[in-house]
């Protein structure tokens, strides 16, 4: 083991025999220090000792990024703390740990709710149906792009509810600055923002499982506050649903739509007591001839199979497979794997022409619903197939029926709500060929 007083010339000089793995030159002013190098003369400062009973070697560094005398200090610490009884990989294993804490806290602090949000949406998409996920862009959009529909006269879109929180930092995101974003909401969407608030407490609560957001949230959820609460308000109740006097006057209103994509998606809503939202993100992969089945998109079970029923499948077999969507997207402007944008419109006007007001598109699943109960139909039934947990005074045993169970009153269901409507088919007819009776 060569010893010798290190100077600048003898650790720049120092080189390892070819036929050597590595070698070794040690201080003889400060014991335990040493320059260690390898053939590819690659060289760095050591620390050698003992330390309970056991051979402890360290690396300080290269000679480029410490002098001798800082090398020399540094080996003389690490002695110290073995002298004191503390083991110096500890030491450094807990200031990295210390270290990467404090980065990830400075992180933390400095990221945008902006950039969270994007890695939010990214994270969840395996879990959520496409719509619900653009949904949820919609909620941040910054506003100013021309649009045709939906923008009262203004020509351009508005800015989403949650835009204006977008800019901050995570951790400025507190609970009196989501107070005030809900006051000045509730003043002008009171409806939106509520579903935005709702979004945004479920967001902050997937920040807080994250190691690397957490540090900014400081354990809290800042949205379950009661002064949002408070300030956005309780959405009122909705009465709309159809009346049984109603169904001739609302199907012969709806079949008479110019875009039939449109037409069929309003009585398949009716038809299978789902969300509009569900219904809209039918793929054909979802539709199940052999066994009569829908796979609905459930957002609150994940996904739930409904009878595929008669006049369902006739209608929507009838309709052009233009993509991947059972209800796709007729407008020219919009991406070729696009859904059909919600038909409110279409659907006003022909309540309009019905005689019908203030039924909406959600009011169609309420109709289901209180149709059903003409028939006398178990309320579990009811929810299995409109993907509702039913309440223990509803049903006292709640029990998953089979699909061809949900059949037997799934259809009597809809032969019901034809017979009303005024509507006869052709049951047997094929697929893709809605054949209607004509009243003599």
């Known amino acids: 083991m060569a010893k010798v007083a290190f100077t600048a010339g003898r650790v720049s000089g120092f080189k390892c025999p070819a036929d050597k793995a590595q070698a070794f030159l040690w201080d003889t002013a400060v014991p335990g220090l040493g320059l260690r190098v390898t053939p590819a003369g690659k060289p760095s400062y050591v620390f050698q000792s003992e330390f309970q009973g056991k051979t402890l070697r360290l690396t300080i560094g290269a000679p480029s990024a410490w002098s001798i005398p800082q090398a020399q200090e540094k080996a003389r610490e690490l002695q110290r703390q073995i002298d004191e009884g503390r083991d110096p990989r500890d030491l450094k294993r ?157 199907f012969a209103a709806v079949r008479q739509i110019g875009n039939p994509v449109a037409a069929a998606y309003l009585q398949t809503l009716l038809l299978t007591g789902a969300r509009p939202g569900e219904v809209l993100g039918l793929r054909w992969e979802d539709v199940n001839i052999k066994w009569r089945g829908l796979t609905i998109r459930d957002k ?83 929810a299995q197939i409109m993907g509702h947990k039913p309440s223990a005074t509803a049903e006292k045993h709640y029990t998953v029926r089979p699909l061809d169970l949900l059949r037997l009153h799934h259809e009597k269901i809809e032969a019901w709500i034809l017979e009303q409507a005024g509507v006869p088919f052709v049951v047997g007819a094929e697929p893709g060929k809605l054949v209607l009776v004509t009243p003599a």
Not at 178 to 195: H, Q, V
Not at 354 to 365: D, F, P, Q, S
């Open 300 to 382: 609150v079970e994940g996904e739930r199979v409904i009878p595929l029923t008669p006049y369902v499948s006739q209608l929507i077999h009838s309709l052009p497979r233009r993509n991947a969507y059972v209800f796709p997207s007729a407008s020219r402007g919009k991406e070729v794997g696009d859904t059909l944008s919600l038909p409110r419109s279409q659907h006003v006007g022909a309540c309009k022409v019905a005689g019908i007001e203030g039924l909406t598109l959600h009011g169609l699943r309420r109709s289901f619903k209180s149709l059903t109960e003409w028939l006398e139909i178990p309320a579990g039934v009811v």
């Open 94 to 250: 807990d200031a990295l740990a210390a270290a990467a804490e404090r980065k990830a806290a400075a992180a933390a602090q400095a990221v945008t709710v902006g950039e969270v949000w994007t890695a939010y949406l990214e994270a969840r998409r395996p879990h959520w149906g496409a719509r619900h996920h653009a949904d949820h862009s919609k909620l941040v959009q910054p506003g100013g792009v021309p649009a045709k529909r939906g923008t009262k006269g203004r020509g351009v879109t508005v800015a989403g509810p949650l835009h204006p929180l977008m800019a901050l930092p995570l951790s400025d995101l507190t609970a009196p600055v989501i107070d005030a974003w809900a006051a000045r909401e509730a003043k002008t969407r009171p409806t939106s923002a509520r579903l935005a608030w709702r979004c945004l407490k479920a967001f902050l609560s997937w920040c807080a499982e994250q190691p690397q957001y957490a540090p900014a949230l400081a354990g809290v959820n800042p949205a379950k506050s009661k002064k949002a609460r408070e300030a956005l308000g309780k959405a009122g109740v909705k009465q709309d649903a159809l009346l049984r006097e109603q169904l001739v006057a609302w």
